[in-house]
């Protein structure tokens, strides 16, 4: 039986910030009516829309107070708060490493539009969840194969070309970064100096700290106004790579701790 996307989300209560520890997660792999669930909802997704209309100002006003007084390039972001840091990751989802249930998914066709009531077509009950969770997903069969599925919470669900950030953008791996105005300024540049512990105390995954300390990351997206948090960083790592990936990849990690550093002052 395929139902509607309304009927199915509107039994989901999302608790849109944060991310529980692996152990927790376990736990908590349910939701409440005993179907599948994912522990993490991104605070993520805030659309080109909601930029543009009325934010801009309060945006701009903001930026430019934190520009002027921002870390120094160079110096390490953890020196402000020492071993205070949070990174988290977030990806895109892909449609064939999903098998639930046929979920009819209606939204918007294309770009400038917000909640529309298109059919954009039927697709696991899981992936579009986490395209919900994670703000992009690929779709990999139908009339659709090699569009993105894409979710805001002020648009909701649209189909795109490209797996976009908060301005349109196309997402890059190990490059976008999504932070608080308050907390690193848009266009600020910065590496991962030090990943901290998982949140139960627990080492990261040497590979997964590896890879994000490779990076050359930069803040081009956002957290919706308010979820995201001083002190917080979220980091793009690309698309998912096997079933289950958040509750079974090292690469989908927390690290309470870290140490960032400054490389490039944000222009706001």
């Not at 996307?5 to 039994?11: A, G, S, T």
């Not at 064939?96 to 400038?112: E, F, I, M, N, Q």
């Given at each position: 039986m395929t139902v509607?996307?309304?009927?199915?989300?509107?039994?989901?209560?999302?608790?849109?910030?944060?991310r529980l520890p692996r152990n927790a997660r376990e736990q908590d792999s349910?939701?409440?009516d005993g179907r599948p669930g994912n522990a993490r909802k991104s605070a993520r997704r805030r659309s080109a829309r909601d930029r543009a209309a009325g934010l801009a100002g309060i945006t701009a006003v903001l930026v430019a107070g934190v520009a002027a007084c921002g870390p120094e390039p160079g110096r390490p972001v953890g020196e402000r708060s020492p071993g205070r840091w949070e990174i988290t990751v977030y990806y895109t989802a892909v449609e064939?490493?999903?098998?639930?249930?046929?979920?009819?998914?209606?939204?918007?066709?294309?770009?400038?539009c917000a909640f529309g009531d298109d059919l954009l077509g039927t697709f696991p009950e899981d992936f579009a969840q986490a395209v919900r969770d994670e703000g992009t997903g690929r779709i990999t069969s139908g009339p659709r194969r090699g569009s993105f599925l894409n979710w805001s919470h002020d648009t909701g669900f649209w189909l795109d070309d490209i797996p976009a950030d908060s301005a349109g953008r196309a997402l890059v791996p190990f490059r976008t970064a999504a932070a608080d105005a308050g907390t690193l300024p848009p266009g600020t540049a910065f590496l991962v100096e030090d990943c901290g512990r998982e949140e139960d105390g627990s080492g990261i995954d040497p590979d997964a700290c590896a890879a994000l300390r490779r990076g050359r990351w930069e803040v081009r997206d956002e957290f919706t106004p308010?979820?995201?948090?001083?002190?917080?960083?979220?980091?793009?790592?690309?698309?998912?790579?096997?079933?289950?990936?958040?509750?079974?990849?090292?690469?989908?990690?927390?690290?309470?701790g870290a140490r960032l550093t400054v490389t490039g002052r944000g222009t706001g």
């Open positions: 509607t996307v309304m009927d199915q989300f509107q039994r989901i209560s999302p608790r849109i910030f944060g349910r939701n409440g064939s490493y999903h098998a639930g249930s046929p979920l009819a998914v209606r939204g918007c066709p294309r770009r400038d308010g979820l995201g948090g001083p002190g917080h960083v979220d980091l793009y790592i690309g698309e998912e790579d096997r079933p289950d990936f958040s509750g079974t990849s090292p690469r989908y990690l927390t690290g309470v």
